[in-house]
């Protein structure tokens, strides 16, 4: 009898002390409309509603369509108001879901089926649909839309195919696998009921829809912010959406923030100096600024943090393209002991110090540093040594004669022309460093910065140039660089648009290209990418110099700050102040 | 008067028509086009871009997308930005107001200022006082706009005075009709000081010489020895004739209204008409420029014919027909 009553009392007492525990960890967090609302796990804290906060930023946006928005003055504008079926988690680069809370992957790796969240709304107050979805792709691929993602799904000039399965799930099919298809569907979803009237006129009609003439409350997403105002020169102003998707970790709807300003800047002084006076909370500060940000956080309430290095490049290209240069000096820059012999006669170090008050790191190869998922660790380096660079020129048939000039086996003078585009100062910078060292060896170098468009004009049209310093933006996922890297590309800057790869390392860059856009493991997509920057490393068709670091500075009194990819200081749905609203 | 005036007017044409095609020219035998950025960018393909290409009739002969654009002038459609997808129409009428309202602003400053200053200049010659404004007036003249603005702004930072660019606050909304006048006063300052300094400094100059030599005349001489005191002297006799040069200048001032601040707008950040070139320039956003151009042309053509009229009416010896 005793026994029985102890174990029920022990019962009791363990069903009270678990009990509301387990109901507590075991019910999912949830909204009225929203049954399963995707959880900001991310963020370190709990944040507070309220306040105002104030970026700045260069140039007017284009246009408020996210179909045909390229450039960033219009899409940091629109990232706020729109999401797509997935998105990129800032601190990782790994695809989470978005709209669309879960997918699956056929066995063949050739179809896709996404699965929307459900009781998402459009700010307006409508249900977001399967039916949206369908229709931001048919706009797309309208002919005559001016869309970037066009071009990312197309495959082998082929574009990917869609299906509605149900009114839950939209199934995507492309002719071969394509692994990083993930990260390739993530396009803004807009609304059928506001753009099916524009669309159904044609893709020019279509450009010109939801343009910056477009009265904001128009402007219908699913995004934490909605457009409020936009004064053309000014600012755009932006409040938050309360039928939003995501909520924190204790189940609060998010954004915490009520309003976020966009002010429109003329130039990169005034957003600095309005971010020292403190009518802005954040500042991306320019490697040459950070030892002097660092000093002035205490007076100015603010936090210069050391970010990690970007993703864009930038490197020295030798002309190899036969339709632009000919004999001597094409077979010069064809020759790759003669480009190898060059990477060591880059000072590295030097141009990091001076260009980058010492916050770059040295660059060996095509991924950045910064780029966590692919970048090569221990890739070979050429560190900067003259007399090196000297012997491997002789050993190449490349000597110094009685002039003091660089001869080739024939006798011709080593002599080019190096140009970088004008009024950029960190290139122009690097161009002197190069130029006095290549000097050192012999060589005669005509330094001769030129005005942007005229170089791309020679770039991409007449192929006319010898040697050019230039920059490449870059994504996480390498392959979304194939115009770069595949022979036939466009952008293959030392020879573009090859009918057949001239080179054996080039077919097989080809060839990794594709076997890496099929491949939908990540980490076997990465053993892709390791041979890859292992073949750029040794034929240098690009002498890349560093990669720069970021220097995000950020006002004390916001919360939830931490620092990811490329210097994302957080994501703006997570953001709050600590301190009393604005 | 009246033939004179429609003479003009009729002028105007052939000058338009002769601006209009310098200008396109210009900018279209340039390297380069407004697409020439979206060609770097390693996501797009080589297709896109032609099909851009042929989508803004860029692939077309020069002459034939002048005389289409002539003719859409003609009917009043001037077209749409490459970069924007607006009618250019709907980017200028944006930022046309802006624009007036500064240099509109900075005008009265200027000419209420460098009068009285160039009269009192001119009364008290060589005295400390003419001393002083002449100098002031170098210095205003031989600084470029843009470094003065650059010196404001640091000032203007420093001293958290005044506002760092812009022309309106972000809780403008939310103020009162006076707190709106009083925000967008607040942040003229800067930029109507700027553009002001340098019209004072040569406008001040003109009035003080032309009120000089008219000084130096006989009748004023016969006037002052007929009794009069000097005010009416001056006011009767010698600003009326020492007018004649500056409303010319009034004249063409008016005709800069619209174009003149460019470099200014894009230092301080004035969201104006000027910055809207000075970005279509640089994108070679064709039809916003020419767009732009067209506009400033008319404006100083008109300003031009008005200070004529303005003159004839003011100096009976001026007659046209």
Known sequence: MRSWAALLTVGALLVAVFAPGAVGQGTPLKLPDIPNPKVAANAPEIGKSGGTYVVGSFGDPRTFNPIVAQETSSTDVLNPIFDGLVEQNYLTGEIEPALAESWEVSKDGKSWTFTLRQGVSWSDGSPLTIDDVVFTFQAIFTEGVQSSSKDSLTFEGKPVRWKKLDDRRIQFTTEKPVGTFLRLIGAGIIPKSKLADALAKGGAEFNKSWGVNTAPKDIVGTGPFVMQSYLPGQRVVFLKNTRYWKVDKKGTRLPYLLRYVRLITPNQEQVRLKFLAGETDVYSARPREFAEFKQGEKAGNYTIYDGPETFSSEFLVFNQNPAGISAPKLTWFQDVRFRRAISYAIDRNTIAQ????????????PVSIGNKLYAKPNLPTSPYDLNRAQSMLAEAGYRKGADGFLHDAAGNIIEFTLSTNSGNLDRESIGNILRQDFTKLGIKVTYAPEEFNTMVGKLTGTFKWDAIIIGLTGGIEPVTGRNVWLSSGSLHMWYPKQDKPVTDWETEIDKLFDQATAEVDSKKRAQFYFRWQDIVAQQVPLLYFSYPKTQPAVRNTLGNIKIGLQGAIGTIDTLYYKTAYK | MLRYVVRRLLQMIPLLLGVTILSFLVIQLSPGDFLSEIRLNPVVSQQTVDQMRADFGLDQPLYIQYLKWVRNIVRGDFGYSFAFQVPVLFLIRSRLFNTLLLNLVALTFAWMIALPVG????????????????????IGISTPTFFSALLFLYFAFKTRLLPIGGMTSLDYDDFTWLGKVLDVAHHLVIPVVVVGFLSIAGLMRQVRGNLLEVLRQDYVKTARSKGLAERVVLRKHALRNAINPLITIFGFELGGLLGGSAILENVIGWPGLGQLILRSVLAK??????????????????GNLAADVLLALTDPRIRYD
């Open chain 1, 354 to 365: 001076q260009v980058y008050a010492g916050r770059a790191t040295p660059a060996w190869g």
């Open chain 2, 119 to 138: 009269i009192t200049a001119a009364t008290r010659q060589y005295t400390a006082i003419d001393n002083a404004t002449s100098l002031t007036a170098y």
């Open chain 2, 285 to 302: 956003d064709l039809y916003v420029v020419m767009g732009s151009l067209l506009i400033a042309a008319v404006t100083l053509v008109l």
